[in-house]
């Protein structure tokens, strides 16, 4: 049965860095499709990455563009997203959904927080 487990969160101070983990079992994550998105207290979930099973395109909001990086490591059937310069406006839980044809798989999403 496929399983997500997000990782990496934590606290960091404007401007600094992370790193979050999203590990799949039960699935070869590499051939799918596979999103981030992010939810702060009383805000809607936004999309911020998703990277392709086509020749790993990727793609990004326009908040992120330039300081996240959204990856895999598919020797850990990982995907990852590497946060940069950090700003008060990134602080949420980040997920990474996966939809496997007509059914979503959720993890228990990683909090991310900012400090100025």
């Known amino acids: 049965q496929v399983q997500l487990v997000e990782s990496g969160g934590g606290w960091v101070q404007a401007g600094g860095s992370l790193r979050l983990s999203c590990a799949a079992s039960?699935?070869?994550?590499?051939?799918?499709?596979v999103d981030w998105y992010r939810q702060a207290p009383g805000k809607q979930r936004d999309l911020v990455a998703r990277?392709?099973?086509?020749?790993?395109?990727?793609n990004y909001a326009d908040s992120v563009k330039g300081r996240f990086t959204i990856s895999r490591d598919n020797a850990k059937n990982t995907v990852l997203l590497h946060m940069a310069n950090l700003n008060p406006a990134d602080p949420a839980v980040y997920y990474c959904?996966?939809?496997?044809?007509?059914?979503?798989?959720w993890g228990q999403g990683t909090q991310v927080t900012v400090s100025s």
């Open positions: 959904p996966l939809r496997v044809d007509s059914y979503a798989y």
């Open positions: 039960g699935i070869i994550f590499r051939l799918y499709t």
């Open positions: 990277i392709t099973s086509v020749f790993g395109a990727t």
